[in-house]
């Protein structure tokens, strides 16, 4: 008798009545092709084995089946952040945690902290801040950080800008006679001195020691650490965005060590302002590309960061940031548009490069120029071979045109989205553009009716805190702002570019699934997928629109196994 179970169950036919976790008596939202609801589901091996109605799905039980009554909760496919920095993020507060920093008030007090706990003439670096979060809406000069110490060199960090106070310009022999570095920017004032603000031109710091100094079982650690937090907000897979080829081998170090608590798909950006023969050769004999790895770790996209950010006004628009962009970016000239990192013609060439290697190709590409840039050279490279197989696609695209959405669905191209900037940035932008300016902005509806796969993610990279962080990681808050459009002033930003909560669920499960070529194991509830899945503490699809940012995961399944409980 024995012998015949094992047989039938080597053959499949005792599969049923075994199943590992069953959870009833919930509201399963499977996000599945009709957006079915279900009130059961079941899960072996990892994966779903069924779903339907309770009395259907307890047919999988069998003696060794942890059951577990859901008491009406809801129950999401596992959730994917398509974009976060989670190294970055997870040394940031490794040693000590940050303080919110905004307002200049709050910026000084940290600087006198940490002066008071720093050796004279040693660096205090301030942790990245951008002006638009800042209750001045105005980008700090020197004279902001002067007033808090001239003893100590200081820098203030908002990543593709800095500001130097006087004595970092001066150890580092910066004067209204240094030239400008390629593509970059010293910024002067009236009386031509530098001001403080350095754009591009980080590198002429002299003797900075950044808090990049840690050793290799500290980076494994603060990636695992952080890795767990994002498990503990209800994800379950994330995309991150900006890894050199050493950073990779880390990410494989965490998974060989049998530490990686999350599915993770890992995008390759070797630095573009390298020369292009360069990057040409770096393209040759990288040993990666697209879809390399398992349902774990897996390589996803080729990155070149195509211009600067639209909080610090370098992202290169398609028209100037005017009069507001001067106060708030610090700008001297009110025709500038922003900067482009990367020539179109060396874009081009070196995306054609990646693209013939197997890559899936992406760029940063914030504002509208920048965009439109990007679409040139995939246009190109779409006359040759179709790009739209490769399922490249746009990231950021803050500043958007109806031109353009039009060129992306032509020739296939989708899109990775922030929409909760919009939160966060929305008033400040709207007073450098105008109103009429910010039509485009974050067009989610404008996208989806172009039929444009939208995959969301927070790009998540400074602090620990879902919510405090820069970027908040919480992916509710994401799902609140793209349904809400609200910002952080209180206004609804352009109601017609609203999603459904349908439509915004999907951003952060089956379409950011298909960015990462994952859509075919994961992103719904449906049997033969992978078994992820977050259990919530209210109805996502019926509670009153404001509590949707209040949502907490209770319960987080990842391969089949409850990995984190409230
Ligand atoms: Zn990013």
Known sequence: ???LVLLLAAAGLLAAADADLILHNAKIVTVDARFSVRQAVAVKAGKIVRTGTDREVMAERGPRTEVIDLKGRTVLPGLIDAHVHALEAGLSEFRAPLPPLDSYAAIQAYIRAQARQTPKGKWIVV????????????????DTLDAATTDHPVMFDASYVVIANSLALQVSGITRDTPNPPGGEIVKDAKGEPNGILKNAQGLLKGLERADTFTEPERLQAL???????????????????NTLEQIELWRKLKAQGRLPIRAVLTWRPDGQRPEAELLAAI?????????????????????????GMTIGTAFQRYPYGAF???LYGKTDADDRGQLFIAPEKLRTVMEAA?????????????????????????????VTPIAPTRSHLMHASFQSPEAIARMK???????????WLYYDGPALEKVFGHEGMRYFYPLRSYRNAGIVLAAGSDHMIGHDKNRAVNPYNPFFSLWVEVARRTSAGDVLYPEEK??????????????????????????????????????DRDYLTCPEDEIRAIEPVMTILDGKVVWRR
Do not use: C
């Open 224 to 242: 695992e650490d952080q890795l767990k937090r994002y498990i503990a907000a209800g994800l379950t897979t994330v995309g991150d965005r900006a």
């Open 325 to 327: 962009g001067h106060q």
């Open 355 to 383: 693209r013939g290697r197997g890559w899936q190709l992406t760029t940063h590409d914030q504002g509208g120029g920048a965009v439109d840039t990007f679409l040139d050279a995939l246009e190109a490279l779409d006359k």
């Open 499 to 536: 999603l459904t909560r349908e439509e915004a669920l999907k951003t952060h499960t089956i379409w950011a699934a298909w960015l990462q070529f994952g859509d075919r194991v994961k992103g719904s509830i449906e049997p033969g997928k992978l078994a992820d899945l977050v259990v919530i």
């Open 127 to 142: 942790p990245r801040t951008f002006p638009t979060r800042l209750k001045e809406m105005r980008m700090p000069t020197r």
């Open 410 to 420: 032509k020739i296939g191209l989708a899109a990775d989205v922030q929409g909760h």
């Open 1 to 3: 008798m024995r012998t």
């Open 284 to 308: 040759r004999s990288a040993p990666l590309k697209t879809n390399d790895g398992d349902d774990w770790l897996r390589i996803g996209t080729f990155k070149l960061t195509l211009d600067g």
